[in-house]
């Protein structure tokens, strides 16, 4: 059975930095999209960030709102996925969601929440003033 257990959220001050994990467990996910949505109350699950294989190497992608700030990255021969926030503001404050499909995927369709069938529980970030 498939697992992705996120951890490291947290209630940190603006600026600050937070790195979050993800470890996917049942299947090796080390060829495989791995991303980063997040969820704020009363707001859609957005997309973060994605770590995609592309040939001999991989793509990262990120949302306009992250990029310079976040970074996404592969640990544990692939099955650990990190994603460390740096200058945090109040508006990342959500819930952080890991999700995994076994495929590939572009700049435009990583995006898309709906092409991935595996996903963690969630873990909360919370950025104060």
């Known amino acids: 059975q498939v697992q992705l257990v996120e951890s490291g959220g947290g209630v940190v001050q603006v600026g600050a930095s937070l790195r979050l994990s993800c470890a996917a467990s049942?299947?090796?996910?080390?060829?495989?999209?791995m991303a980063w949505f997040r969820q704020a109350p009363g707001k859609e699950r957005d997309f973060v960030t994605a770590i995609a294989r592309s040939g001999a190497g991989e793509n990262t992608y990120y949302a306009d709102s992250v990029k310079g700030r976040f970074t996404i990255s592969r640990e544990n021969a692939g099955n650990t996925v990190v994603l460390q926030m740096d200058s945090l503001k109040p508006e990342d404050t959500a819930i952080y969601y890991c999700a995994a499909f076994a495929g590939f995927c572009t700049n435009v369709s990583c995006r898309d929440r709906r092409l991935y069938n595996f996903w963690g529980r969630g873990t909360q970030v919370t950025v104060s003033s």
């Open positions: 049942g299947r090796t996910f080390s060829r495989q999209t």
